[in-house]
């Protein structure tokens, strides 16, 4: 195998697994020292650079990064990464006078930005210190699109959208809200340089079954009746409520509808529990508010009596898988189930709907009525048109929104500067060396051993008895700490030097976790497997070293390394260093995402 | 040395034993010896080799004297019986502690200082008695916890770290044990846990006085050029007469060597050692032939590691002296002390 080349940024890239997750690349546990360090205001900056809502991403964030945290590798739970974001968020007290201020000059260069969800309002943060004149427009009358439509405000508070919306509206935009365009060509007329279309997929999927006319008043499409609460125009609704769908919006729909008097409220799912697209915890909190999950019902009928939908019949399936292992959802042959109800909630799935986008104007759809979108630099075939958020790829959620919104941000500032927009900037990176003393870090490398926190919630009574009190209370500064105890810092590097090492095997006798390796190299493949424990993550890298004086190799795998540092604490002649790794994705205009 | 505990995580894919133990369960307290000492090498096989033979650790009895190297009993094997005797000590204490429970299995942990200086005499003693033990010395040339005086395995010619001579000729504890009738003699190398771990549980297996001269280098005050117990310097002249492969009991025997290359030798517990030969002509039954080439490839500067001797019929301490089957440890007051009518009857006997 190859000495790994350490030359190349991705290298120690992948292993900050939470880091690589995340869409938008915030340098999770840099962020997570600070809040260890109750330097809540420095941990906040840093998401807020990376991720643009880092109260709002505390609260909702899909959280792509926990799944893929190390600390999962060695115990059951990872970090509960999101959950810090939001104690810095909590915490930051005042921190206007850290934020950009408009720009004192602008490059008379104009953007106009179609939707103001958080795919537009990246674009246009990135953009405004540059000097943009930047117009925002939305039919809603407020900014932040589906994070303030749609998601409950048990779940995220009005006062969190409010300032972190302002954050951005606060520099020297332009926002035009309770305006819908229906012409792109037009907008187009009124001669801006670029066009960034951040619409959403706004439009909820329907459930056309017999009775489905007859029973319209009392059922709703999810999303739009969830946006229609969110407003206030919706207070009520009936005792018994079903929801249909799997997926996270019909746990929205069915929490909301327990706190606008639904008593008995059911989700029913076509598929198994398991395959449920709902993240697990969505799960969770909706069943610990007594909404029972049941699976395996496929929708077959509204049943209306008396022009009044009186409940609905499901035929009831099982899984069977082909050879292919394909899943399939045949019938049991048993009878039918019927649930009675007075409402219905349909959220089966959301589209996105361009109506608006002439089909003469150069932009191009492919045969699903999406536009052609290139995935890194976001261009239509329209050069002036851009796209990002679930209007590029269709439904994703706020953080791919984000991280859709600098890329963008960064072609529009190319674009407008007359430069190339496939060509990326690179990445910032640096290597710094940890070690203060003799076994002194700069960071604390004690692991700690303690499982996950769980997260305080509300009482149970009192939430649901009020639609707008969060149900989770937040971390206090006590868990907080000891929950960011629990990262391993992982974006401290083990760095191998071959010109200091004696192969006296201290490192190898003192990783905990059996990291490390001093072997005659072979094919990847070959020395995967004879290591001190074999490793069997593919997807995680070695470390191979240039040949010792012995002939052998050090060989380390990255997979569970706990960033301890005993290795480098035990090394007698420094071979090993512990160097912490910044990697900063840069934005727009060659500003850094964090620091 | 570092100040931090071990993390209790681990490889979410470690192995556990017949007793379903892992190889942390047989871990120590964390070491306190320089960063890259040979004998913390040397406790991590002692670790390895415990953990694979799934031995009970509670019927492990550590022993020592005093050194870096006896200090590392504490850092192996936590839950097994310790000893840390006086300097030089520890083959009594271990010979008494034996005589009293010959059920526990011995190791006795010390050092070059510790058994060639002080602890000679104690060390012959143990060995030409067979008492039932693995002896392992960590021979680092020096006395490492006085900083670094010449120990009496030093080679002469060897040069100290501040380029003093040693001018006395070395003590070389293998022919002095293989001269002292121990049943099992190795010699081996602390950076080399392949050949270690094999060794330590062949000699565990052992059911005589097994004899480990394992060169450890000391980092701090034997580790230069000049050195002959240096890293540099024992990777560079040793010369192993043979490998080995320890099947318990439990294991299947494979067979993989070219014929006439393996030797598969049965020990009286029922382990066997497989040797595969990489000196053709030498011979681990003869303890003549062994000595001479001992002698041999010192004079040529090369340093013989390996399995070097071993009697597959040992007869230990406990055999001489004809003790009864029990522990005499597990033996009540009434059978110890028989009483006045008995001592009148041998006292009768022997006028
Ligand atoms: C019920 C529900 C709950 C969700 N919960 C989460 C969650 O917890 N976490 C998470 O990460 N994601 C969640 N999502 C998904 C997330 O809200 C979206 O992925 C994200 O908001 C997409 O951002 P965007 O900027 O692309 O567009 P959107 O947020 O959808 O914003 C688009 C905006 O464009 C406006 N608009 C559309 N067409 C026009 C037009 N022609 N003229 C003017 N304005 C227009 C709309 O009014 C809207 O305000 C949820 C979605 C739903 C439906
Ligand atoms: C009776 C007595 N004499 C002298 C000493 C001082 N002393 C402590 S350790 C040691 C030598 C240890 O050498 P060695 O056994 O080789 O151990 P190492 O530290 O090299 O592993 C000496 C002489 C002592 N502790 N007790
Ligand atoms: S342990 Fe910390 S640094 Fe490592 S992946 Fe998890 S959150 Fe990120
Ligand atoms: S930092 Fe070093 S000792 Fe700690 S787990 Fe990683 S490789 Fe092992
Ligand atoms: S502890 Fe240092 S010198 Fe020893 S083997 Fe490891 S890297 Fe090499
Ligand atoms: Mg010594």
């Known amino acids: 195998m190859q000495a790994t080349d350490l030359r190349d940024p991705e ?22 020292r600070l809040i260890a360090d109750r330097k809540y205001a420095d941990a906040y900056m840093i998401n807020w650079k990376s991720n643009v809502f880092p109260g709002v991403l505390g609260r909702t964030c899909d959280r792509p990064c926990e799944p893929a945290c190390r600390r999962g590798r060695v115990e059951d739970e990872p970090v509960a990464i999101c959950r810090l974001k939001r104690v810095a968020a909590d915490n930051k007290g005042d921190i206007t006078g850290r934020m950009p201020r408009p720009a004192k000059t602008k490059n008379g260069r104009r953007i106009a930005m179609v939707g103001a969800g958080p795919a537009s309002l990246t674009v246009a943060r990135d953009l405004a210190p540059l000097g943009y004149d930047i117009t925002v427009f939305d039919r809603d009358s407020r900014g932040g699109g589906m994070i303030r439509s749609q998601i409950p405000k048990f779940r995220l508070p009005e006062e969190v959208i409010d300032e972190e919306v302002g954050f951005i509206e606060g ?32 439009r909820g999927r329907s459930l056309e079954l017999p009775g489905r006319a007859e029973g319209a008043a009392n059922i709703h499409i999810g999303i739009d009746w969830l946006s229609s609460v969110s407003f206030g125009h919706i207070e009520k609704i009936g005792r018994r409520v079903i929801v249909l769908g799997g997926g996270n919006t019909a746990m929205d729909c069915c929490r909301t509808a327990r706190r606008l008097g639904g008593a008995d409220v059911k989700v029913i799912v076509r598929s198994g529990f398991e395959e449920m697209k709902a993240s697990p915890w969505e799960k969770d909190d909706a069943m610990r508010e007594d909404i029972p999950i049941m699976n395996f019902l496929v929708p077959k009928s509204f049943v209306v009596e008396g022009g009044k939908l009186t409940g609905m019949t499901f035929e009831k399936v099982q899984a069977e898988y082909d050879a292919k292992g394909r899943r399939n959802l045949v019938p049991t042959g048993e009878l039918d189930t019927y649930v009675e109800c007075d409402d219905v909630l349909v959220a089966v799935g959301q589209e996105n709907s361009f109506p608006w986008i ?24 329209q050069p002036k048109v851009f796209f990002g958020g679930d209007a590029a790829f269709g439904p994703k959620n706020i953080i791919w929104a984000v991280a859709h919104g600098h890329q963008a941000a960064i072609s529009i500032h190319k674009f407008c500067q007359g430069e190339d927009i496939a060509e990326r900037p690179a990445p910032g990176v640096t290597l710094t060396s940890q070690k203060m003393g003799i076994h002194e870090w700069s960071y604390d490398n004690d692991i700690s051993n303690d499982q996950r926190f769980a997260v305080p919630h509300r009482d149970k009574a009192e939430a649901l008895a009020d639609i707008k009190a969060e149900v989770e209370l937040g971390y206090d500064e006590k868990l907080a700490f000891a929950e960011a105890q629990r990262c391993l810092n992982c974006d401290v590097q083990t760095v191998f030097a071959e010109p200091l090492c004696i192969e006296c095997d201290a490192c190898v006798d003192i990783c905990p976790v059996d990291c490390i390796s001093f072997t005659g190299n072979d094919d990847e493949a070959v020395l995967r497997t004879h290591l001190e424990a074999p490793a069997h993550n593919l997807t995680q890298d070695l470390y191979v070293s240039l040949p010792l004086k012995t002939g052998r190799i050090m060989a380390k795998d990255e997979d569970v390394c706990l960033h301890c540092g005993l290795c480098a604490e035990r090394c007698p002649t420094g071979a090993w260093d512990m160097q912490r790794f910044i990697y900063d994705l840069t934005q727009a205009g060659g500003a850094s995402c964090s620091r | 040395m570092t100040f931090l505990l071990k993390p209790k995580l681990h490889h979410p894919n470690l192995p556990t034993n017949a007793l379903g133990l892992t190889r942390r369960d047989y871990e120590g307290s964390v070491s306190t010896l320089c960063a890259g000492c040979g004998h913390d090498s040397i406790s991590a096989a002692i670790v390895h080799a415990c953990f694979e033979m799934s031995l009970q650790p509670h019927r492990i009895a550590k022993m020592s004297g005093i050194g870096c190297s006896s200090k590392t009993p504490t850092y192996f094997l936590g839950a097994s019986h310790g000893f840390n005797s006086v300097h030089g000590r520890m083959p009594s204490v271990l010979t008494g502690a034996n005589l009293a429970n010959k059920d526990l299995i011995y190791l006795g942990v010390s050092g070059d200082g510790d058994s060639a200086s002080i602890g000679l005499g104690q060390f012959a003693h143990s060995i030409r008695r067979g008492v039932n033990m693995v002896y392992i010395v960590e021979n680092n040339g020096v006395y490492g916890l006085t900083k670094g005086q010449f120990s009496a395995t030093a080679d002469r010619g060897a040069k ?9 000729e070395a003590i070389d504890m293998v022919s002095m044990a293989m001269q002292l009738g121990a049943t099992f003699v190795a010699r081996s190398f602390s950076g080399d846990k392949a050949q270690l771990v094999p060794l330590i549980q062949a000699a565990i297996s052992h059911q005589g006085a097994a004899f480990i001269d394992c060169i450890s280098p000391c980092v701090a005050f034997n580790n230069h050029e000049g050195s002959t117990k240096s890293f540099d310097y024992v990777r560079a002249h040793n010369d192993a007469v043979n490998s080995l492969d320890v099947i318990t009991g439990r294991d299947e025997i494979i067979v993989d060597y070219a014929p006439g290359t393996l030797e598969m030798v049965k020990q009286h517990d029922g382990s066997v050692l497989a040797l595969r030969k990489l000196a053709a002509d030498y011979d681990v039954h ?54 006045a009518a008995m001592l009148d009857r041998i006292n009768a006997s022997l006028r």
């Not at chain 1, 340089?193 to 959403?200: I, K, M, Q, S, Y």
């Not at chain 1, 002439?358 to 075939?381: A, C, H, Y």
């Not at chain 2, 100290?160 to 006395?168: A, E």
């Open chain 1, 171 to 202: 520099l020297g935009i332009t926002t035009k809200y309770g305006i819908s365009i229906d012409s792109l060509k037009s907008l187009m007329a009124d001669g801006y340089d670029a066009v960034f279309v951040g619409t959403g997929a706004p």
């Open chain 1, 11 to 32: 290298y120690f890239h992948k292993v900050v697994d939470c880091q690589h997750a995340c869409p938008a690349h915030t340098p999770v546990p840099e962020y997570i």
């Open chain 1, 358 to 381: 002439e089909k003469d104007i150069g932009l191009e759809f492919d045969r699903w009525g999406m536009p052609v979108v290139n995935e890194t630099t976001f261009q239509s075939t």
């Open chain 2, 160 to 168: 100290s770290k501040r380029g003093v001579m040693n001018s006395d």
């Open chain 2, 286 to 339: 003869d303890r003549i032939a062994a000595q001479a080439w001992l002698s041999g490839r010192h004079a040529k500067g090369e340093i013989a590691t390996g399995l070097l001797y071993v009697d597959l019929d040992p007869v230990d301490l406990h055999a001489s002296l004809r003790t009864v089957d029990t522990p005499l440890n597990e033996l009540d007051e009434t059978v110890l002390c028989p009483g």
